[in-house]
């Protein structure tokens, strides 16, 4: 395979694999590339993902390093040491800086990366690249597979090329392998990030071999112009061109992969008619896929559908059982949840090819449809024009705005408001809105410091922190919570990134000075914005409270200050606390709508206000008197509590105006 204009490649061994194989791999654009990235939903991240993560935020690269043999996973602060010592070593070779070096590993976890070969294999790859080293590169990246994985395409003039590795620990929810994607084609990142996403979508993520998910997948794709067309975006004569080539390598490559898949002896395609929503139908189609029971029973070509019924049940979606069709090899064995008219033995027949798509009847293997009438109710087009017609206003007030949701309470631990949640989110954003998430951790770090055999201390509502706390602090808050809480909206819309307060030296503190000395907790002095600002072209900000003094020194920072203070630093429209509680409440114990903040200094001066309460309007008065038009706190226990507040005439909770 011929690589696109203005990329190079190489493969070289530089020990790593026992068998002595090529095991480094490099791809180098001649020019800074445009970049996007997909990576691992698993909570535990290897250090290439953590790295090269935070690398691909600002949005070009020029080479990407990938190594087979050795993960660099669950190797402690070294195996971070050792992937930044990757990048380096190949910027100084190719004369550019670390951060446009997107470093990837696969192979075994839980062992240091032998760093003296490393070295020698990125100076040896880069000395080795080539315009056509594209077969050395696929064979370098490769680890359990048996054959290298390539696909390409064309756009226009250009070219894309896409490079995989992977034949187990491959499951849903991307990305399930190592892919590398180049093209010379000139393409805005606005349109290559929406491509990725919609590509993954129905490629990478919708296979599985073992239901297994890797802690070093990643999906990256280089942009770097070469081919010298005017740059598409989504307006773009050729976006459409762009979305269907790029798929047609990502879908490629996913197929590539499971045909290699390690023990696999069948190809399977399943099909989900009849969901309320394309989310609905993969997490059908992934629990039918990963049921062990239906895989054993494919192997053995029983045309078994009470386990696809089975699977289905396990998914947790509502559906009624009574309406379920289920096709197996063409045949129509299930119907309104009983026994079928379909010809058994057909489907028997079909099922024992190796590629079950090109059985008869049908395109698939297994093909489900639900109809989920009488479980959800039925909108009229009518009632749903109205909605709409409520919302215009508020998107076009908040279009173009800022509006920072300070996250935790229910909203954080309910399965069901935290996909709400993340909905409520993304949806903001497809709408113009740029919302911003800051969110905190109480009780999350409390289970960990106790878990860890030490003891949660409170004074006036405020954690004492000790240095040994400090580090559960952050561990928990940036390490596992940001995170989990990135991965959710990216579920939804893959448009998030985390940080926390201390990157960029964003929240300046001090330490907070009391009757009691509370150790390493701060009080915000300074928000310096320019980070939050950067992302918003691109991402939804999720923000760790955590903070920084002027030494560089880490402090424990309340999340309502935080949340404050940087609705007060990026001009936001509005500010929402998302809380346990339905809002504001009078002196009978009545919910306040809205009230000013003189009536809140009322309250608080009658001793009306709660302890509970007191952080949140002392926040609310901050951003208030810092310029933030509207301060909103909100029972996030309510679905969509978002939506309802930011796109509804009568709106939850209490706002706070000036």
């Known amino acids: 395979m011929k690589l696109p204009e203005g990329f190079s490649a190489s493969g070289v061994a530089c020990g790593l694999k026992p ?84 470093v990837n590993s696969t192979g075994i976890i839980g062992v240091p990366l032998d760093m003296a070969k490393m070295r020698q294999g990125i100076d040896a790859a880069a000395n080795a690249l080539s315009t056509e080293g594209a077969a050395d590169f696929a064979a370098a990246i490769m680890t359990t597979d048996t054959r290298p994985k390539t ?223 009488g479980v959800h109710d039925v909108i009229s087009a009518l009632e749903k024009s109205r909605i709409l017609m409520e919302a215009l206003p508020y998107i076009k007030r908040y279009y173009g705005r800022t509006v920072v949701v300070k996250y935790g309470g229910a909203a954080m631990d309910d399965p069901a408001l935290r996909e709400s949640f993340a909905n409520d989110i993304v949806l903001m954003r497809y709408v113009g809105m740029n919302p911003v998430v800051v969110h905190g951790g109480g009780p999350q770090v409390t289970a960990h410091i106790e878990k860890l055999g030490g003891k949660a201390t409170f004074v006036d509502g405020y954690r004492v922190t000790t240095a040994e706390d400090l580090e559960v602090v952050r561990m928990v808050l940036a390490g596992v919570i940001n995170k989990d809480i990135v991965a959710l909206i990216n579920r939804h819309g893959t448009m998030a990134a985390g940080l926390s307060g201390e990157d960029g030296a964003l929240v300046r503190v001090r330490k907070k000075i009391g009757t009691t000395d509370l150790g390493f907790v701060g009080d915000v002095e300074q928000v310096n914005p320019g980070i939050v600002t950067d992302l918003l072209r691109d991402f939804i900000p999720v923000i760790a409270t955590l903070g920084v003094d002027e030494n560089g020194q880490t402090y424990n920072v309340n999340a309502d200050e935080v949340a404050a203070a940087i609705a007060e630093a990026l001009g936001a429209e509005k500010l929402v606390f998302l809380t346990n509680v339905n809002g504001i409440l009078d002196g009978s114990g009545s919910l306040l709508t809205q009230v000013s903040a003189d009536g809140v200094e009322r309250l608080r001066s009658d001793g009306v206000l709660t302890a509970g309460m007191l952080p949140k309007v002392d926040a609310a008065l901050r951003a208030i008197k810092g310029g933030v038009p509207r301060v909103t706190i909100l029972d996030g226990r309510a679905e969509h509590a978002l939506l309802l507040e930011i796109f509804t005439d009568q709106g939850v909770g209490t706002m706070v105006t000036a």
């Open 19 to 102: 068998s002595g194989n090529p095991d480094l791999g490099m791809i180098v654009s001649d020019l800074p590339a445009t970049a996007a990235g997909v990576f691992t939903t698993n909570r535990v991240q290897a250090a290439p993902v953590q790295l090269t993560r935070r690398h691909i935020r600002q949005g070009s690269a020029r080479a990407i390093v990938a190594n087979a043999g050795n993960a660099n996973a669950c190797t402690g602060k070294q195996g971070y040491a050792d992937a930044r010592a990757m990048a380096e070593q190949a910027a100084r070779g190719l004369k550019t800086t670390k951060e446009r070096v997107l």
């Open 151 to 373: 696909a390409d395409a064309t756009v226009g003039s250009a070219r894309i090329a896409g490079f995989a590795k992977g034949a187990g620990m491959i499951a849903p929810e991307m990305a399930t392998l190592l892919a590398f994607i180049v093209t010379d084609a000139a393409v805005e990142r606005g349109l290559l990030v929406e491509a990725l996403k919609e590509s993954t979508a129905g490629t990478f993520n919708a296979i599985s071999v073992d239901g297994c998910r890797s802690t070093n997948d990643t999906l990256l794709v280089l942009a770097n112009g070469a081919a010298e067309n005017e740059p598409i975006g989504a307006e773009h004569p050729l976006a459409g061109a762009f979305r269907d080539a790029l798929n047609e390598v990502c879908a490629s490559l996913a197929r590539q992969i499971v045909e290699d898949g390690e023990g696999a002896t069948k190809i399977v395609s399943i099909v989900v008619e009849g969901a309320t929503s394309p989310r609905e139908a993969r997490r059908a189609a992934g629990t039918v896929a990963d049921s062990v029971l239906l895989r054993c029973a494919l192997n053995g070509a029983d045309p078994n559908w009470g386990r696809v019924l089975a699977a289905l049940g396990t998914s947790g979606i509502p559906f009624d059982p009574n309406v379920v069709d289920v096709w197996l090899g063409g045949q129509l064995l299930c119907q309104n949840g009983a026994p079928g008219p379909g010809d058994a033995a057909k489907a028997r027949a079909a099922l024992l090819d190796r590629d079950v798509e090109d059985g008869p009847d049908e395109r698939s293997l297994g093909r489900v449809r639900a109809d989920q009438r």
